[in-house]
């Protein structure tokens, strides 16, 4: 999905503030961390697809990929001393277009980085086999599906409220 400029900043506010109330609630009120530690890995599953839904890998079709020879006379048209003005350029672009964020994308990026973590990292590093720290693994796996079902009912109550206003409906 493209966020406008309007919209952008929605997911990474929203990340943000759950990281700063996560971490005011730790140092100044209950600890959390070792209250409960798979309640940690949920919120994590939750909260880290709305950051990572920017790392969003499209691939363009043949008709939109330049050349690599065309690429190359094109950034050599441009003196260096204007690259500034033509990054600048680019991204106002992009802005106007959209960014694209996609909770899909966020999803399979926390996905990935937990099975990297749970499986490969911490036994390594903290001598706990993966055996004995699977809840880890599956409290986040259980947040990336709470974040995907409550960003589905979000986009299902738009679109009802779309049709409800006398807006065409899908």
């Known amino acids: 999905m493209q966020l406008s400029v ?5 997911p990474i506010t929203a990340f943000l503030l759950v990281c700063a109330a996560f971490v005011l609630v730790q140092r ?13 890995h949920y919120l994590y599953g939750l ?3 709305l950051a990572f839904g920017y ?5 363009p079709p043949k008709t939109e990929q330049v050349p690599l020879r065309m690429f190359i006379a094109q950034v050599r048209a441009v003196a260096i001393r204007d690259w500034p003005k033509s990054i600048i350029q680019g991204i106002r672009r992009d802005l106007q277009q959209g960014i ?4 899909w994308a966020g999803g399979c990026w926390t996905v990935v980085f937990s099975i ?7 036994p390594i590093s903290n001598g706990v086999p993966f055996t004995s720290a699977y809840s880890n693994l599956l409290a986040d796996l259980v947040g990336v599906g709470s974040f ?15 049709c409800l206003s006398g807006n065409n409906c899908p």
């Open 6 to 10: 309007k919209y952008a900043g929605i």
């Open 116 to 122: 990297a973590n749970e499986v490969v990292i911490d």
């Open 55 to 59: 790392v969003y890998l499209q691939i």
């Open 148 to 162: 995907l079902l409550i960003v589905h009912l979000l986009q299902m109550s738009s679109v009802a409220g779309s």
């Open 100 to 103: 694209p964020w996609s909770p």
């Open 47 to 49: 909260v880290f697809p």
């Open 28 to 40: 100044f009120g209950v600890d959390l961390i070792r209250l409960s530690y798979d309640a940690c």
